[in-house]
């Protein structure tokens, strides 16, 4: 079945600190790649997302490249803020024509916690 | 647009004892979503609705959890009886069709002892 691996954390920086939070996944079909984020004390929110092979997400600073040939979908920020501190989940859904259409499989999660 | 609602927000039972929550999901979506998020992991699908049908239960612990979505709308999950692992969050998302970008409610976080 589909699966989605995340490096181990918990991840701490310093504040403008370079961030990657590494992902890989195992997937039947076609998937989307999502990476969603937790605040402390909040509901998951869609952080970005892409849907084929080679596209980029981008959202808030943050990036994530669509890699088929490696199955990853690498989270990075150039610059991390105390603010960007949170849960971060990497996921995938199959799309039409897949056996768990419009599932969400998440990774474990990654801690990240920025000092100022 | 109005989020997903849900209630309540924390709940604390003994094992043994039954629990329900509910969820409301964003108006017009047709596909509602239930996940059990334990501490530490990643959330994991419990049931799948379409309408007031269900699409995907398979990871639903049918001997102690039912969940329910009449006339298509609102939901109830409810655990009966809970253990002690069942302490988690369960998240509730909706979207308007299966492909559809999800809308993650807040969650209740159940706390069994």
């Known amino acids: 079945g589909d699966s989605v691996t995340q490096m181990e954390g918990p991840v701490t920086l310093s504040e403008e600190a370079f961030l990657t939070i590494n992902c890989t996944y195992t997937a039947t079909g076609y998937p989307s790649l999502f990476w969603y984020v937790q605040y402390p004390g909040e509901g998951l929110q869609l952080l970005l997302k892409?849907?084929?092979?080679?596209d980029k997400g981008s959202n808030k600073g943050f990036e994530a490249t669509y890699r088929k040939e490696t199955t990853s979908f690498h989270l990075e920020k150039g610059s991390v803020q105390v603010s960007d501190s949170a849960v971060y989940f990497c996921?995938?859904?199959?799309?039409?024509?897949?056996?768990?259409?419009?599932?969400?499989?998440f990774g474990q999660g990654t801690i990240l916690t920025v000092h100022p | 647009e109005a989020g997903v609602a849900q209630s309540p927000r924390y709940k604390i039972i003994e094992k043994r004892q039954s629990v329900a929550f509910w969820c409301n999901p964003i108006s017009g979506h047709a596909t509602l979503y239930w996940y059990q998020q334990i501490l530490g992991q990643g959330p994991k699908l419990l049931i799948q609705?379409?309408?007031?049908?269900?699409?995907?239960d398979s990871q639903l612990p049918k001997d102690r959890f039912s969940a329910e979505r009449l006339k298509g709308v609102d939901s109830t999950l409810k655990i009966q009886p809970a253990k002690l692992e069942d302490s988690a969050v369960y998240l509730c998302?909706?979207?308007?069709?299966?492909?559809?970008?999800?809308?993650f409610g807040s969650g209740t976080r159940l706390t069994v002892v």
């Open positions: 996921a995938l859904k199959e799309e039409a024509g897949g056996t768990s259409y419009g599932k969400l499989t």
């Open positions: 609705f379409q309408n007031n049908g269900v699409v995907d």
């Open positions: 892409a849907t084929k092979a080679d």
């Open positions: 998302a909706s979207s308007l069709y299966s492909a559809g970008g999800y809308t």
